[in-house]
């Protein structure tokens, strides 16, 4: 059998290549738009956050955003530490999308940190970061998770737990940024109402080696 070769001619030749440059550019635009979040573009540009990142019932002590002063020396705190009951319950601040899950952060001892952040505006995401202070197995990590990435969240939305292997130092690690980088004290994208409802909390259940040293919560 022979087998017959399509040639095509010089000018329709040079003219199909000139189309695929053209169309294979389009494509990759077209693969791009497809995958970004359907329901990115409906966030606003800012928002004010309407509700704790913690259920108030569970929580145990908290730690202060900025410098915070110890005995003799001091160090810079970038979010907001929340120790909780075990199971402690973590709620959306405010309605968004779910931006990113990770099941082990690779911080700390092996298998022990895991991570929700939820963007909320345009401009601002919130970041969870879940510290046990022990190993936890993946399918606890998985089973104490109730969101994936994508899935829209409404505020107060009950989002995880923090499973709580060392009852002294696990907690969850709140940060809220601001165009990629955390420029302030979580606090200021409150409401009031929540603002002084955090600050309530943390009077009343401080990091009991710092609350002498460090009366507020924004420092």
Request: charge should be neutral.
């Amino acid at each position: 059998m022979r087998t017959e070769v399509l040639i095509l001619p010089a000018k329709l030749k040079k003219n199909f290549l000139f189309f695929l440059n053209l169309l294979f550019p389009a494509l990759l635009l077209i693969g791009t738009l497809s995958c970004k979040s359907p329901f990115s573009s409906d966030l606003p540009e800012m928002t004010v956050l309407s509700a704790s990142p913690v259920e108030p019932s569970d929580c145990r002590w908290i730690s202060p955003y900025g410098t915070i002063y110890e005995m003799s020396s001091s160090r810079y705190h970038n979010g907001i530490d929340f120790n909780t009951v075990s199971w402690g319950r973590f709620l959306a601040c405010a309605d968004g999308e779910v931006e990113n899950v990770e099941i082990n952060t690779g911080q700390g001892l092996p298998g022990t940190n895991y991570r929700i952040v939820i963007k909320v505006a345009k401009k601002l995401e919130l970041d969870y970061h879940f510290e046990t202070g022990g190993s936890v197995s993946e399918a606890e990590r998985k089973q104490n998770i109730f969101v994936s990435r994508g899935n829209k969240v409404k505020a107060g939305q009950h989002i995880a737990n923090l499973i709580v292997i060392n009852s002294n130092i696990a907690h969850v690690h709140f940060m809220v940024r601001e165009n990629g980088k955390v420029i302030k004290c979580p606090l200021d994208y409150f409401s009031r109402t929540v603002a002084d409802l955090l600050e309530q909390l943390y009077d009343a259940n401080p990091a009991v080696y710092n609350h002498s040293l460090n009366p507020n919560l924004c420092n």
